[in-house]
């Protein structure tokens, strides 16, 4: 008996090293193997695809991970009072080169601060009015732009004031 032979009996065919399964069964005279053959195929193809979706899962869960501990995180800066005031001034000075003398006014006076203090001036604008440390900031935002306008004419030429004496 030869190590090629078969009990079925039937025609024997080139075998595929690979997978140990014949490499044409068209040639082969009982059908039954031929489509068992051909289901087999069927399911390892399936299972080769299902193989080859979680692969892909994993390496995209893989790679998701890898980008975001990597990534650096900005800690997201908070909105604190000075900014609201600025937003508000700004909303009151239409013209930006305008809000930009303010600001820089009121950086130098008080940092923006409502509670800021220097010997009998108070709040935003440093003012000497009493009731001008009781305000909210935004009350004294506007408070200040009335006395710069009606003392200046503008932000800028109180600005370019405060630059030539360090006072306004």
């Excluded at 006076?109 to 220097?118: I, L, M, Q």
């Excluded at 009731?131 to 600005?159: E, H, P």
Aim: hydrophobic share 35%; charged share 25%.
């Amino acid at each position: 008996m030869g190590l090629n032979r078969y009990p079925q009996g039937y025609p024997q065919v080139g075998v595929d090293r690979a997978t140990h399964r014949f490499q044409s069964l068209t040639r082969c005279s009982f059908i039954w193997l031929y489509l068992k053959d051909i289901y087999i195929l069927i399911k390892d193809k399936e299972k080769k695809i299902k193989e080859n979706k979680s692969n892909t899962y994993k390496s995209v869960i893989v790679l998701s991970i890898l980008i975001l501990t990597t990534m650096p995180v900005n800690a997201a800066k908070a909105v604190n009072q000075s900014d609201l005031l600025k937003l508000y001034a700004h909303s009151r000075i239409i013209n930006y080169e305008q809000f930009k003398c303010f600001d820089a006014l009121i950086t130098k006076e008080s940092n923006w601060r409502v509670d800021a203090k220097n010997a009998s001036h108070y709040g935003i604008g440093q003012m000497r009015n009493l009731n001008y440390k009781k305000l909210d900031g935004f009350t004294q935002v506007d408070w200040s732009i009335r006395y710069i306008t009606k003392r200046y004419g503008s932000m800028c030429n109180a600005w370019r004031f405060f630059k030539a004496k360090g006072y306004h």
